[in-house]
């Protein structure tokens, strides 16, 4: 059974689509006219990640990181629990180059590969070793060194620097952390099958990721067939993606997930009852990645 919170949370999960977290655009209503706005000193970014739960995080490109959003669990970073509509800088001397806002947390990488979190930490998606929210950054147990992270609902995974590791922390009841348990976590541990990793990405319950030989596995809650293993199957460790392809990025929903190819060709997989796999049908479940339709 999936927590009775579920529905609730998916629903607004599954309204994002497929996030880019270096790419997602950020739509600004003006409150200034033109010309004031173009005088005004705003933070050149360079990355976005748009949060699920009414919240974005940026990398300026002076490496600051600022927020914005709903900000009840101190998501935002900037020391308080108040909802800004304007970017906030997150409250820290560290210098970031990446960014990741989740749930009801964020995580970030500095240049020399620590990484740090902070918001809702409940159930250990900070990787601190404690389940105390935190509203300015707190660094992630362990010692390990990253390359990159994604912040998912209530975990977090990343991969590690210089060993290509996948390292996963926080909630696990569908097996979402790879380890082969349902054992939530307060720290990251791997991902099992020892596999060489250059990205991961979160969904709500699942995560998938690139091998450094371009082949997508995932992990986690399948009962929509999110994990593209031709099956319904939970996997509380990493699986194959069906269909022997091989993939330069990947996207994860909620229940679903997509990916592109080198040759620039994209598939998806997992809940479709909304048309979010883009394949022209509302065919509920696809277990396998499916061709993405031609644009109307």
Known sequence: MRPHWYMATAALLAALGCRDDATAPADVTPTASPAAASTAAAPAFYQLSGGQDQNTCAVTTDSRVFCWGRNHHGQLGDGTTTTRLKPVLVTTTLSFQQVSAGWEHACGITPDHRAYCWGNNGVGALGDATTDDHHTPV?????????????????????????????????????????????????????????????????????????????????????????????????????????????AQLSAGADYTCGKTAANVAYCWGDNLLGALGDGTWQNVRTRPTLVAGAN
Request: hydrophobic share 35%; charged share 10%.
């Open 139 to 247: 660094a992630v147990a362990g010692g390990h060194a990253f390359r990159q992270l994604d912040a998912g609902l209530d975990f977090t995974c990343g991969v590690s620097y210089p060993d290509n590791r996948a390292w996963c922390w926080g909630n696990n009841w569908a097996g979402q952390l790879g380890d082969g348990t349902t054992t939530t976590r307060l720290t990251p541990v791997a991902a099992a099958g020892g596999l060489s990793f250059q990205q991961v990405r979160t969904g709500a319950f699942h995560a998938c990721g690139i091998t450094t030989t371009n082949v997508a596995y995932c992990w986690g809650d399948n009962t929509l067939g999110q994990l593209g293993d031709g099956t319904r199957t939970t996997r509380l460790k990493p699986v194959p993606v069906a269909g022997g392809l091989f993939f």
